[in-house]
T-cell receptor
């Protein structure tokens, strides 16, 4: 069966510091991968999606970036965090580009202080 | 792109009552409509979905209905239980836009 992992589970970082969040998927190959951000009490905002290694599409302009160095690895990064980057970051995967049946990871709670 | 509206934003029901959450979408080409349940501090979990070739789908106490003409779909939870308390999100393909979520509270 497929599983999706995210780490760290929680992170507290000062403003201006770098960020690296990792997501890995097991039990499937060539998944579509997604990064979402969820502000407190809010809905899901799609940040990035990837249909293959090295292929990244950005949904919103921001100081975040994403990379996919391996088929089942998706990384969310920032060179300098802002207070507004605080939130709950969710990675998800699906087996087709239409986004049918997305499955979410456990999330990373990021607090920028 | 797709625009998904979800309401109500909060819903409180008594245990045993039914709960209904509604979503509307804008892209008539959308053909897949999932519902997710998110418990506090966890990632959303897919609970039920429906495709555009059917009008209703049931899974025990939960059901989803789809009206393609009106471009809206609804989640129905019957015989609600306290463990149904969570935030529920709808979404619509083709680019998986999510609704803003509904916080459901089931009072024992």
């Amino acid at each position: 069966s497929q599983t999706i992992h995210q780490w760290p589970a929680t992170l507290v970082q000062p403003v201006g510091s770098p960020l690296s969040l990792e997501c890995t998927v097991e039990g499937t190959s060539n998944p579509n991968l997604y990064w979402y951000r969820q502000a407190a009490g809010r809905g899901l905002q799609l940040l990035f999606y990837s249909v293959g290694i090295g292929q990244i599409s950005s949904e919103v302009p921001q100081n975040l970036s994403a990379s996919r160095p391996q088929d089942r690895q998706f990384i969310l990064s920032s060179k300098k965090l802002l207070l507004s980057d605080s939130g709950f970051y969710l990675c998800a995967w699906s087996s087709s580009w239409t986004g049918v049946e997305q499955y979410f990871g456990p999330g990373t709670r990021l607090t920028v202080t | 792109g797709e625009n998904v509206e979800q309401h109500p934003s909060t819903l409180s029901v008594q245990e045993g009552d039914s709960a209904v959450i509604k979503c509307t979408y804008s892209d008539s080409a959308s053909n897949y409509f999932p519902w997710y349940k998110q418990e506090l501090g966890k990632g959303p979990q897919l609970i039920i979905d429906i495709r555009s070739n059917v009008g209703e789908k049931k899974d025990q106490r939960i059901a989803v209905t789809l009206n393609k003409t009106a471009k809206h779909f609804s989640l129905h939870i019957t015989e609600t239980q306290p463990e149904d308390s969570a935030v529920y999100f709808c979404a619509a393909s083709n680019d998986m836009r999510f609704g803003a979520g509904t916080r459901l509270t089931v009072k024992p």
